[in-house]
């Protein structure tokens, strides 16, 4: 229920992003700060149930917990390009910057409980170290 409510989330976001807000005439469906706080809370649950992260970690658990990395790493390169238009046109619903934000770190930890769930070991990144 928590990823159909991000896929929904997303393409409200879609849309607000390809509607000029200035000459469009469309009722928008809303996107409000109620949905990072869901985001936040669905982190909380998660991390309530993880080992405290003492060290970065690097991706590549398990399968599907690369495929959260490589969904986060999206969501993060979506974050840059949507800072960028606002700084070009400020016309940006200001809710959706943080809610791609909280939800790079939503999968982030998704990650992480699912390294858990299917009983993986997370890999810690040691700089510097020769192999």
């Known amino acids: 229920n928590e990823i159909i409510k991000i896929q929904e989330n997303l393409f409200t976001i879609g849309s607000h992003l390809a509607c000029d807000a200035e000459y469009n005439k469309i009722k928008l469906p809303e996107i409000n700060s109620m949905d990072i706080e869901k985001l936040e809370q669905w982190i909380d649950l998660m991390d309530n149930n993880l080992e405290p992260l003492k060290s970065f970690t690097l991706p590549g658990a398990s ?69």
């Open 63 to 131: 399968i599907s917990s690369s495929h959260c990395h490589i969904a986060r790493c999206i969501c993060r390169r979506a974050e840059r390009m949507v800072v960028d238009l606002n700084e070009k046109s400020s016309s940006v619903n200001s809710i959706i910057i943080p809610y791609l934000n909280r939800l790079s770190d939503y999968l982030f930890i998704l990650s992480r409980k699912l390294t858990a769930d299917e009983g993986g070991k997370e890999l810690k990144w040691q700089p510097n170290q020769q192999k």
